[in-house]
């Protein structure tokens, strides 16, 4: 075992050499590697100086395999550093820096072959996942699930300038409601943002702010070689200097020197004898070396800081820095965009010791004994136990999904009866199922599931209505075993908190099964938490209602237009839109195993996903439910994207496809249509995501094999149609979800659907305004296939 002194040599040589990679892979990608868009990688040299050495303490000798980091986006290159020394990334990839199959640009768990625990890049969301991450950890802990594996630190590296971000501070808040623990968030504080210095004084409001939040604050402010000069003869009239100085001189100063350090120091400081010889005794350099020792900056300062905490309680450490520190441009408030050129990167290996040739070396410049380095990385504490990424079985899920159906429902409705139905039973499906929802839990039909399987908290809550006898509906008693997470009104939360769950399989070693629910119009407040969840291959189930304009009194605010877009849009999430509730069982049945299928690179037979998150836009129309069996080749046909619910017959003139909640205006028009157009089909749509994807993978993989003879669904269903058909398409959404059916086959086609912000009415008054009514679906029938006027049209009410 080396001493601490030779231990921490060891460590400040570590990383000085992370620092080295990261700035040479940065400087390959920009001048070695032929660049063809000419597009240069300014913004992570400077980063990935800020943080070496909080990053060497922190993966070099503080991480336990528990723990998780989600590192700031821009220094990535000092993570892929890291790992490349500690054996876990290759150097073909670390060449490749932002190229094709090379080290990501922002860490991300899907792309990157190195230990990445969360992706990050999306500002502040990999923040947010950290303190939901540890949330979840507490709810598989209260479940009994973490057996003998102890609770990990989720740690998130942190820009002074990404705390900015809104949803920050809407974490915060969730995380002081369910008693956060084990969360750690170091914060670089090097003072400037991408374009400027930050305001002065900011460190006192994160002080106050997390200490209001219960958090414990650690500042990291001076580092040993401070330390040591405050102890001198006039070191107080310097450290007073220090904390007075203003945020963008002192990185002027930086950047300029220790000269012009010198003379602002006895500029503003005067002969003051005792101060003035401290600053006389060292040379421009020492005193560089001097004023720039601040705490993030020095491992023994953060050591110290890091390994002080004893306790489970959240901590944020604010830690001085100086953006871009021992680089050319450090402190310089251009520097994100600043690349170090040719002359300036010689002179930078010159420094250390690098010879040509030798510049991805793992121990190449250091004077340390290599053994005693190696034996640093393979014992660090992170690499105790292996591989770190965990897996879980998968979760057997029943053949089909009971509920009670009535002669009249909604989707909604019916979404809450199945898990209802599953809340009342044993099975291991209904045990891993943990609901959530931002302060809408009754009003989206979880309220019987929660009543049967209770709100999470670390400790018992009763529910005081129900023990002072006051009548009530819902029963909100709290426990370690609740299965429900209640949120408040921030639909950001709501999607990192499924992002966190939706990983449990792999950050914690158990499969839960997430569910959330919100009003759809609302998608769009979470939707680049949501993108950055399925970015990160999250697994989970988004039930979103009420849906479209049929919610016609709530007026435009209520309403979503561009939801069933969205849902066709985003990677990684399967999206459903049922009319009937026994579709949404079937499409439900074949969520919970979707969620927990591993292959998500296209591998299935027919080139869709095999693997991801799944959307269901539901509704609280009520409507007339079909009595029918479901055989296997319905519900295939149905998580297919569509099936017939009246097949056309061999001289059909039109087919009428609908979506959702406008299936009576639909199934109505038909009826009306019957007497005047010949052989009509109607077409249910379950799903114009999968739909489509099945038709451009089918069509990518005749492209790739040619003489394949590959058809989708879609195709399969429109081939037999005459040529001269027409198709009409409906939904309570954007026309352009359906309106590429045309393009299938080369059938003439009109799109129906809502383009505007809807107004307040009556279904049957919006329905009609907007022409998605049975009479707008007849008007368009005459307009696209001609012929004599159409003798039946429905009654204004």
């Known amino acids: ?72 986006p821009h220094a990535s290159p000092i993570f892929h550093a890291i790992q490349y020394l500690f054996g876990r990334q290759s150097r073909e990839r670390l060449e490749n820096f932002r190229g094709y199959k090379g080290a990501q640009s922002y860490p991300s768990r899907t792309k990157d072959a190195d230990d990445v625990d969360f992706s990050t890049g999306s500002v502040g969301l990999g923040v947010a996942q950290t303190l939901f991450s540890s949330l979840v950890q507490d709810y598989v802990t209260a479940h009994g699930w973490m057996k003998d594996r102890p609770e990990g630190r989720m740690i998130a590296l942190v820009g002074d300038a990404e705390m900015d971000e809104g949803n920050i501070f809407e974490a915060l808040l969730e995380g002081w409601k369910h008693g956060l623990r084990n969360t750690w968030w170091v914060v670089d504080y090097n003072r400037q943002s991408l374009d400027a210095v930050v305001r002065e004084g900011l460190w006192e409001k994160f002080e106050t702010m997390f200490r209001n939040f219960g958090w414990d604050v650690v500042i990291v402010k001076y580092g040993r070689l401070m330390q040591q000069a405050f102890a001198e003869p006039g070191g107080e009239a310097l450290r007073r200097w220090i904390d007075r100085c203003p945020n963008q001189m002192y990185a002027a100063l930086c950047f300029q020197g220790g000269a012009a350090f010198r003379k602002r120091l006895e500029d503003e400081i005067g002969d003051q004898g005792e101060v003035s010889r401290l600053i006389d005794a060292r040379t421009d350099d020492e005193l560089l070396a001097l004023m720039s020792n601040l705490g993030g900056h020095d491992m023994a300062s953060l050591l110290d800081a890091f390994e002080s905490i004893d306790h489970d309680r959240p901590v944020c450490f604010i830690a001085y820095t100086i953006k871009g520190v021992g680089l050319p441009f450090q402190g310089h408030k251009d520097n994100h965009a600043g690349l170090m050129t040719p002359a300036q990167i010689e002179a930078y290996r010159a420094a250390q010791n690098i010879r040509p040739g030798h510049e991805w070396d793992r ?111 819902f029963n909100w008693d709290f426990s370690p075993k609740g299965q429900h997470i209640e949120l408040g009104i921030a639909e950001m939360n709501l999607f990192i908190l499924m992002s966190a769950l939706g990983l449990s399989h792999s950050i914690n070693g158990e499969r839960l099964l997430p569910i959330a629910t919100l009003y759809d119009p609302f998608i769009q407040r979470g939707l680049d938490a949501l993108n950055y969840a399925c970015y990160q291959d999250a697994r989970f189930m988004v039930a979103a209602t009420p849906s479209g304009i049929t919610l016609a009194p709530e007026g435009g605010a209520h309403q979503s237009i561009a939801t069933p877009l ?161 198709i009409i398409t409906v939904l309570d959404g954007h026309p352009a979800t359906l309106g590429w059916i045309g393009a299938v086959c080369g059938h003439r086609m009109e799109a129906l659907g809502v383009e505007h912000f809807g107004q307040t009415g009556s279904i049957s008054d919006l329905y009609r305004h907007y022409g998605i009514d049975a009479n707008a679906i007849i008007d368009a029938a005459e307009s696209l296939i001609g012929g004599a006027p159409v003798l039946h049209r429905k009654m204004a009410v």
Request: glycine letters at 8%.
């Open 566 to 726: 969205i849902g066709m849009a985003q990677d990684g999430l399967a999206s459903f839109e049922p009319a009937f509730v026994d579709e949404l069982a079937v499409m439900m049945r074949w969520g919970f195993a979707h969620m927990q299928q591993d292959d998500v690179g296209g591998g299935a037979s027919d080139g869709m996903r095999s693997g991801g998150s799944v959307y269901l836009r539901l509704s609280t129309r009520t409507i007339e439910q079909p009595q029918r069996m479901m055989p296997p080749d319905l519900q295939k046909a149905i998580v297919g994207g569509a099936y017939w619910l009246r097949k056309p017959g061999p001289n059909c003139e039109l087919v009428i496809a609908y979506a959702g909640a406008v299936a009576p205006e639909a199934i109505e028009a038909v009826g009306l249509l019957g007497d005047s157009r010949r052989d009509v089909g109607l077409l249910a749509i379950t799903s114009a995501d999968r739909l489509h994807a099945g038709w451009t993978a089918a069509r990518r993989l005749r492209r790739a094999h040619r003489g394949s003879r590959q058809a989708s669904h879609i195709e399969n269903l429109l081939a037999p149609l005459p040529r001269s058909c027409g």
């Open 363 to 473: 121990f190449e410049g250091l004077t340390q004994n290599v053994a005693a380095l190696d034996a640093l990385l393979t014992n660090a504490p992170i690499n105790a136990s292996g591989k770190r990424r965990l897996s879980a079985p998968v979760i057997e899920v029943p053949e089909h999904l009971s509920f009670k159906l009535a002669a009249e429902m909604s989707t909604q409705q019916g979404f809450g009866l199945i898990l209802n139905e599953l809340a009342r039973g044993d099975s291991a499906l209904a045990s891993r199922i943990v609901t959530a929802s931002p302060d809408v839990t009754v009003s989206t039909n979880l309220g019987a599931w929660v009543n049967r399987r209770g709100l999470f908290a670390r400790t018992d809550k009763a529910d005081l209505f129900r023990s002072e006898k006051i009548p009530t509906t």
């Open 1 to 72: 075992m080396p001493s601490s002194s030779d231990r921490l040599d060891l460590l400040n040589a570590l990383t000085r050499k992370a620092l080295w990679l990261s700035t040479w892979m940065i400087h390959h990608a920009n001048h070695v590697r032929p660049n063809v868009d000419g597009l240069k990688v300014g913004g992570h040299q400077a980063s990935s100086a800020s943080l070496a050495t909080i990053m060497s303490a922190l993966y070099f000798s503080v991480l336990r395999p528990e723990d998780r980091v989600a590192v700031k």
